[in-house]
């Protein structure tokens, strides 16, 4: 995603050779070209992530499908209920995309530099064959001298094991508040247990410690590992628009964002489902939010099985999957236009 390689070109551009000094001076537009993404994707895909996270976590009856649980939503809550726990994503994503997309920026750098010998790392630049698994193996069995042109999938597939991992440590706790608003579906704020993120993280904090905030953690790592799918696909679909077709290249950024990201929640939506099943667990003690059901992942993981089978795993996927596109498409769209103008 973002663009940076070896003098800072975009997919589609030649790249042009640097020093690593002057590569690793350039590290900073990720991180901020990051909090740009941030605000787009939260404006076009909070209403869609609300009503996933109902779905995915009350009673199998309550909703026939996604459409209800949308108008019901309007019809009890007004189209605010669709942004309720807008607050913590908003001032989340904004810190976790610079996280993630500043963090994917280095160490794709790093992979290119220090395990692949490449001299670029801009997804979707290069005619480089294949997923880069052969080249992984060249990389120890050549002499050092020997390079690759560009970073392949593979490479830009690690680096977002990494970012994801990263990330994690800021998500966990964000989401963590963010699920327990959005399953709150009192209109009034006076029959509501949390008044909003902050009297939520206060209450957490108070009865439960850091520990209780970030409630979850394990899970949210094992859901973005699965970063690998998301970032090696980006690659390979900016890649083969390059080549294929006669797209500019903020087209590309824009149909490789929203595809990719589709591919990512067909491959980790099941562990996102669990993943908000056991932030949405009650914490129990002093809360007095109910008794904790999911000790750990394992638990929270074999319930959906029992409850509904393997259908369960894929509860709310719609709702996900639309948004996955137009939101993620204009995060990729802002971020690489905002890392074209930074110097």
Known sequence: MASTVVGGTQAGKEDVPTTAKKSSS???KGFVAGVFSGIAKLSVGHPFDTIKVRLQTTNKGR???PLQCVTQTIKNEGVRGLYKGATPPLVGWMFMDSIMLGSLTVYRRLMA???????????GAGDNVGLGFTALIDRFNSSPSSSLTNLPPLGHGIAGIFAGATVSFIAAPVEH??????IQYAAKKSQRMYSGPIDCLRRIYTHHGVRGVYHGLCATMI??????????????????MRQKTNMSA??????AGGLSAQIFWLTSYPSDLVK??????PLGGGLGDGERKFPRWKNAAVAVYRESGWRGYWRGFLPCFLRAFPANAMALLVFEGVMRTLP
């Open 223 to 240: 859901f973005r590992s699965l970063f690998f799918f998301w970032w090696g696909s980006y690659d390979m679909l900016s890649r083969w």
């Open 63 to 65: 909703f026939t499908g």
């Open 250 to 255: 903020p087209a590309i950024n824009f149909w």
């Open 177 to 182: 508040v963010k699920a327990r608003l959005q």
């Open 113 to 123: 530099e220090n395990i692949f010998h490449a001299s670029s790392w801009t997804p």
């Open 276 to 281: 908000q099943r056991i932030m949405t667990d």
């Open 26 to 28: 350039r590290d900073y």
